[in-house]
């Protein structure tokens, strides 16, 4: 089976602190030896200067010597700017997709999160659909951090190893890299299975059938008794039960009050009144329909019970009968009358209650029309002293516009004074005169590998010379040069478009050889061996030491 694995390492501000040393340590002492060298591999490093992502090819996807992986991650440069790991994933899966392999995998290495789009999954998602799996490793003990690590590794059906950034216990990161090395070795990614819910005891016993109970004569006779007892008992819970819904309901409708009067609201007390009459109303019907027909109901079970009793003395069976039937009736009267008390204990309580909850409505509108009228007062006042202000204000802003057309008017005068001086036949005279020059320079430096491309005219090739390698077997170039004349002795140099995508694309051995005093007799010849690391540690900046202005499609560079 043939693998192509892309290693993506953050050199931006998510690495500041242990991130990047610690980073350096998991991937020498660890990732590196897990990777079959025999197969398809590659490294990237990845920052953003402002909104520009740069995504940096160290070492190309194709056969690479283990070395050239260590060189390059022992002298990763200093953190540095935003984080495009997103960017990053989506680069390295349209390299990955050029590739003649069954399996194709991303490892990233990073301290942080995507800074420039929030979150990385979408374009793990992406790879994902291309056929790409993604694993992440994270050094940070922010819970967010690894959150985001662990749910863009499941996404990409990879391994998400979590590495604390307090201090580099070796233990505990190789027993980490333990789920990466089984993703890397084709075993399948492990998944936590829901746990299943133990059945209970009782839905695990059998249900027990009922046995039915024989009455006898004698719990015949003293049902009666019992029915009277229960329904003693049950009556103070019932009552309970009422006041403290009653109690509840009451505080319920002051809370609402003082809500109501808090946010400025307006309460009609009549209408009050009449709302609460009709609750007080409403709940004394509801008494009657509860506890009434549950008693009768009761007493009725209860008389055809002993009305269907047999017996052998039919006499004596229906003379007692007749006596419960007298008992049961005394039953029910004795309840009626403990509802009709409980009624009006009832109306009685929730007259006070109302009573004091009108008080306390009344004092409250009574603060709520003060506080208002305090309000009205204060924003009278305020009203005053804003409109004061607003005309200083007003005042103020029309002095600084005036100033800020002022520094328009500056700014423009400025503008037109930088000019462009386009001379095109000197140009043509300085470019050809450079590369003749570098061309002597560099037939000396590497005698018969030397390319002029722009020897019979312009190649437009986005670089000038080519120098051979000595294995001209594989047809493969050691250097790809690019020529910049400059006529005094200044550091600013221009590239056209296609130089900086060759560049891009050559980042490794694309090379530019500045020549500066051109006018002289002895030019000063610089040469920068890497742009994009250059760019990276500060020795070449994107800029003008000065007010410039360019062509379309140029790019401006300065050596520091």
Known sequence: MKNATDILVDISDNMEGNGKLFAQRVLLEEILPMVDFGQITGLKTFMASGPVCLVIRSVDLGVNQRYEFEQKINNLPMPNSGSPISTAIRESVAELKKQDAETKRIIIVTAGVDTLAGSYLYAVNEAVAEGVQVSVVVINDDASVKSAAEAAAAAGKGAACLISDASYD??????????????LSGQPVQSQQPAQPAQSQQSAQPTQPQQPTQQTSTSQSSS???FASSQKQEEPKQSNDFFQNVREAVDDIKSEVRQKLQEGGIIDIDDFKSTFNETVKTVSETVSSIFEPIKEEKAEAKTEQFASSTSSDSA??????ETESVDLAEIIAKNKESLNKLQAQATESIGLLMESCTKAINDLQGKATAKINELMNDHNTSASNLMQKSAEAFSKLSEEKD?????VRQLIADDKAVIIHTDSELADKIEIKSQQFLNAHLQKK??????????NGDAQKGYDFLVEDNDFINDSHEYVIACKGILDDSKTFFMRQREWEACVKNSRNYQIYVISKMNTAEPSLTIIDNLMDAIVSGKVVPCATANTKLKAGHVVLTIK
Not at 316 to 321: G, L, M, R, T
Not at 403 to 407: E, G, R
């Open 170 to 183: 070796m233990m505990a990161v190789r027993s980490e890299l333990g789920k990466l090395r089984a993703v």
């Open 224 to 226: 009666a008794d019992q």
């Open 316 to 321: 004596a069976s229906s003379e007692k009968a």
């Open 403 to 407: 100033a800020a057309l002022n520094k």
């Open 446 to 455: 590497y005698p018969g590998r030397v390319k002029w491309m722009n020897e």
